[in-house]
């Protein structure tokens, strides 16, 4: 070997061992400046119950929020275990997260945990403090945060009270309603009663109804007109007992024509009557036959007397309604 080539080796291995050094400190100064930039982040815990009195009948609201400056992503919450309760119940749970703008640019990143409990009875309800463990996703630390023990006032319930007095004034009302309806129609009844009492009854127009009668229940083509005479005279002595209050049913002809006298019956009328009365005797009594021509004058007499008693009706009538 050269002395010239032995030289070159010789200021070579020094340089070559000084720029491997030098790089290896690099490097670390490198890594050391890198860690050194990844900022320490404080994570916050805050319990809290909506309100601190709550009604019987109402749900307890209870919180736990957890925040911290940075991205959401920045920590990993492991799930919560179902807290000890002291006179509430567990009904239900939920989480939401949200950005808070700061006025430095940067986020507050916050986490919500909610409950809601049912409460048992009326006094102090508590809730036990909470562990609850996260990991920084950047570092890969670990730890956990322990929340305080909240107790919640359990007072009387709200609705209950207020449905009550509710139901009572419903129930004031229907039995206003209730009775007020009685009141009203026992007044209705009572005003009817006196209506009825005081109004004076409508006479019947006695006339026209014996005339419809016998047009229908009297056949004037029947093969049997002894049949229809004693029909006939009996429905007539009925209308005369009715309309003039006299005793036509029983009574002799004599005795019905009196009566039918002293009630102002026209003589001429009396005398139609007598003859009308005889015949229709002698038909019931005796057995005579009676023709088609004596049937009809016997029907004939008995309408035309009904016809001018059923004028006289209207006559009054009419008088009674202009006074």
Known sequence: MSINRFIKISLLRPLSLLFIIQFSVAAQTSDTTAVSEIEPVTIRLRTFVEANKVPLDRKVEFNVELSWIGELSRFHIDPLEQPVLTNLVMEGSGSANKLEPLSNGKFRAVKTIMYQFIPLELGMAYIDGMVIRYRDQITGEEDQLISQRVQVEIVDPVSSGNGSGFRAIIYIILLIIFFGSMIFFIIKYIQKRRRAATTVPVKICLPQEYLNRISQEIDTNSTNLAEMSIKLSSMFREYLS??????????????????????????????????????????????????????????????????????????????????
């Open 242 to 323: 009715r309309d003039f209050q006299i005793s036509a049913k029983e009574g002799s002809t004599k005795e019905i024509m009196e009566n039918l006298s002293s009630k102002g019956i026209h003589p001429a009328e009396i005398e139609k009557l007598r003859t009308l009365f005889e015949k229709l005797d002698l038909v019931k009594f005796a057995g005579e036959e009676i023709d088609p021509a004596e049937f009809s004058n016997v029907y004939g007499t008995v309408e035309t007397f009904l016809l001018n008693q059923k004028k006289i009706w209207d006559e009054k009538q009419v008088e009674v309604k202009d006074k």
